[in-house]
């Protein structure tokens, strides 16, 4: 099975910048929409962006403008660069992966934003 490792979180000052990466077992990512979710304690795990094959890209209102998502199929590996952090930015990132019959996500990786 697809299997998905999560890396890159750790804890910055606002206004810093983090890259968080998504390393798949396989070449899915190059025939899947990719997205990046996140989940802060005590809320419900909300979409932050997600890039379909033919490039469509979505981004929650919250992070348009800093954050961007992107791929490399070569590497089989999905990122998030974060710039600009802000405190509310601090949850548990997970990546998703979900084709028709499946829905494959990361381990999360811990972000805090904090000074």
């Known amino acids: 099975q697809v299997q998905l490792v999560e890396s890159g979180g750790g804890l910055v000052q606002p206004g810093g910048s983090l890259r968080l990466s998504c390393a798949a077992s396989n070449s899915i990512f190059s025939a899947n929409t990719m997205g990046w979710y996140r989940q802060a304690p005590g809320k419900q795990r909300e979409l932050v962006a997600f890039?379909?094959?033919?490039?469509?890209?979505h981004y929650a209102d919250s992070v348009k403008g800093r954050f961007t998502i992107s791929k490399d199929n070569a590497k089989n590996t999905g990122y998030l660069q974060m710039n600009s952090l802000k405190v509310e930015d601090t949850a548990v990132y997970y990546c998703?992966?979900?084709?028709?019959?499946?829905?494959?996500w990361g381990q999360g990786t811990q972000v805090t934003v904090s000074s």
């Open positions: 890039i379909r094959v033919h490039g469509y890209i």
């Open positions: 998703n992966i979900a084709p028709a019959r499946a829905d494959y």
